[in-house]
């Protein structure tokens, strides 16, 4: 959902960055919760987010670092990735009890040449680089030691984020008062928001039970072909990081441990696949503006196909009709023209999705 405002509250729960799946928050939705605020204003922001994309939480935290109030962030649930970059703005941090934070390195992927990769490389370099700074300055570590803890991928209680430096206090259970003198009733039990929390290296155990308890997957288009079986996981204990404090790393046998970053890799090369399968369709179908309402509804390329003939054929259907219906539609016809023009049309297309590997034998 986008940022939600009731005074001088600003809540942000859901995905960081307008992804095509789940709930999700912007910039844009947190500069128009601030204006609604009011500049000047005191502000409590409460977040609730697993992460999402990292240069969208970079611009989110530089708007609330600009807010002339005081910000107070309150992490409700959790603050991982691109949505820990955002809580750095508060001038407080609170955790409330049983919430989580986490740091890591920014990430991405690249289809292309040397000279593409190249290029990630380098901006992916800066934008960590830019966010251990970030990190640094609020929890006055050097911006080596902060990048260290993003290297490890760095999971936080409530207790060890004060310890580091990433929080400044624990919000407590009991009623507290407000500045109106009226008790405030603390919520400090809320579940962590709906997220792929697998797409991580080192999930807490926990939280990839919850994820896979919910069904909170990091959603692949539907395909032809069937989903692949679910993958075994080893146990780990619930914060796997020596420097968060719980002892060292959880081990597990070798018969039970799967590639986690090769199945993640897997994942991402389907949905891109599917995604520009589905735009090759459209485009050779010359109706390229229908693609990201079959990607928005995972329409299989089957389907993809079927409705872009069908469109077609009812465009051609309408045309004839709309001829007819002219000022001398009586009249001989146009020397060259055939009656089953449109069916040529369709069987052109077939052909032409034929030629490029979309269309099947017998489909």
């Not at 240069?55 to 309150?74: D, M, N, S």
């Given at each position: 959902?986008?940022?939600?405002?009731?005074?001088?509250?600003?809540?942000?729960?859901?995905?960081?960055?307008?992804?095509?799946?789940?709930?999700?928050?912007?910039?844009?939705?947190?500069?128009?919760?601030?204006?609604?605020?009011?500049?000047?204003?005191?502000?409590?922001?409460?977040?609730?987010?697993?992460?999402?994309?990292a240069?969208?939480?970079?611009?989110?935290?530089?708007?609330?670092?600009?807010?002339?109030?005081?910000?107070?962030?309150?992490v409700e649930?959790?603050?991982?990735?691109?949505?820990?970059?955002?809580?750095?703005?508060?001038?407080?941090?609170?955790?409330?009890?049983?919430?989580?934070?986490?740091?890591?390195?920014?990430?991405?992927?690249?289809?292309?040449?040397?000279?593409?990769?190249?290029?990630?490389?380098?901006?992916?370099?800066?934008?960590?680089?830019?966010?251990?700074?970030?990190?640094?300055e609020?929890?006055?570590?050097?911006?080596?030691?902060?990048?260290?803890?993003?290297?490890?991928?760095?999971?936080?209680?409530?207790?060890?984020?004060?310890?580091?430096?990433?929080?400044?206090r624990?919000?407590?259970?009991?009623?507290?008062?407000?500045?109106?003198?009226?008790?405030?009733?603390?919520?400090?039990?809320?579940?962590?928001?709906?997220?792929?929390?697998?797409?991580?290296?080192?999930?807490p155990?926990?939280?990839?039970?919850?994820?896979?308890?919910?069904a909170?997957?990091?959603?692949?288009?539907?395909?032809?072909?069937?989903?692949?079986?679910?993958?075994?996981?080893?146990?780990?204990?619930?914060?796997?990081?020596?420097?968060?404090?719980?002892?060292?790393?959880?081990?597990?046998?070798?018969?039970?441990?799967?590639?986690?970053?090769?199945?993640?890799?897997?994942?991402?090369?389907?949905?891109?696949?599917?995604?520009?399968?589905?735009?090759?369709?459209?485009?050779?179908?010359?109706?390229?503006?229908?693609?990201?309402?079959?990607?928005?509804?995972?329409?299989?390329?089957?389907?993809?196909?079927?409705?872009?003939?069908?469109?077609?054929?009812?465009?051609?259907?309408?045309?004839?009709?709309?001829?007819?219906?002219?000022?001398?539609?009586?009249?001989?016809?146009?020397?060259?023209?055939?009656?089953?023009?449109?069916?040529?049309?369709?069987?052109?297309?077939?052909?032409?999705?034929?030629?490029?590997?979309?269309?099947?034998?017998?489909?």
């Open positions: 959902m986008p940022a939600m405002v009731t005074g001088n509250e600003i809540v942000l729960s859901g995905t960081v960055g307008d992804l095509y799946w789940g709930e999700s928050f912007t910039s844009s939705d947190v500069i128009v919760a601030l204006a609604q605020v009011g500049r000047g204003q005191d502000v409590v922001i409460r977040i609730n987010s697993g992460g999402g994309i240069t969208e939480g970079a611009a989110i935290h530089a708007a609330l670092a600009a807010h002339t109030g005081k910000k107070t962030v309150i649930g959790i603050a991982a990735s691109a949505a820990s970059v955002i809580a750095m703005a508060g001038d407080e941090i609170v955790m409330a009890m049983g919430a989580l934070m986490m740091i890591h390195d920014p990430s991405g992927f690249t289809f292309g040449t040397v000279a593409d990769h190249e290029l990630q490389v380098k901006a992916l370099t800066a934008l960590a680089t830019a966010m251990a700074g970030i990190y640094a609020r929890s006055g570590k050097t911006a080596d030691e902060a990048r260290a803890d993003m290297r490890a991928e760095l999971w936080m209680s409530p207790e060890e984020a004060v310890a580091a430096g990433y929080a400044d624990i919000q407590t259970r009991a009623a507290e008062p407000a500045e109106d003198g009226e008790a405030e009733i603390i919520d400090a039990d809320r579940e962590p928001t709906a997220f792929d929390f697998r797409l991580y290296q080192h999930p155990e926990r939280l990839v039970a919850l994820a896979d308890r919910r909170w997957t990091n959603r692949v288009p539907a395909t032809a072909a069937a989903p692949p079986p679910p993958l075994p996981r080893h146990q780990e204990q619930s914060m796997p990081n020596d420097q968060a404090g719980n002892g060292p790393a959880p081990t597990a046998s070798t018969g039970n441990v799967v590639d986690l970053d090769a199945a993640r890799a897997e994942g991402r090369s389907a949905a891109l696949a599917y995604v520009r399968e589905v735009r090759d369709l459209c485009a050779l179908a010359g109706r390229p503006a229908m693609a990201d309402a079959f990607i928005e509804r995972e329409a299989a390329p089957a389907d993809v196909r079927k409705e872009l003939l069908d469109a077609r054929a009812s465009a051609d259907a309408a045309r004839d009709v709309t001829t007819s219906t002219l000022p001398g539609a009586g009249a001989a016809p146009v020397a060259g023209a055939r009656p089953d023009d449109s069916k040529t049309m369709l069987s052109s297309m077939e052909r032409e999705l034929a030629r490029a590997g979309h269309a099947k034998k017998g489909a």
